[in-house]
């Protein structure tokens, strides 16, 4: 089963701007094309307005020219610039708290202007 089907919503990066559409390259076989009809439902003056070159992007795929490695985007209908969630770990407080940075600085005080 190839890894790219119709319909899938895949991340690339953007890799060229024309004035007719954004070439983007999904890995290291496959690239696709953007046409401007499948930027947004309403009238684009102007690509950069919506892409940078270098940007990853998320993409509809809404054809696969298998032979070719080719791929035909849309962003219509996706949010195709969200950002990944980081999840981040709980800070948790040692019982020491400030105590060692209150005994260590003037330590490492000395030590840097032993070293000037």
Do not use: C
């Amino acid at each position: 089963m190839n890894k790219y089907t119709k319909g899938k919503i895949v991340e690339g990066i953007v890799t060229g701007i024309t004035s007719y559409g954004i070439f983007v390259s999904l890995d290291e076989y496959y690239s696709g094309l953007i046409h401007i009809s499948e930027i947004s439902h309403g009238f684009v003056k102007n690509i950069h307005d919506y892409v940078n070159i270098g940007d990853t992007i998320y993409v509809k795929i809404i054809g696969v020219d298998d032979e070719a490695g080719h791929l035909n985007l849309s962003i219509k209908d996706v949010n195709y610039k969200q950002k990944k969630i980081v999840k981040r770990k709980k800070i948790v407080e040692t019982s020491l708290g400030f105590k060692t940075l209150k005994y260590k600085l003037p330590i490492w005080i000395n030590e840097s202007l032993k070293k000037m």
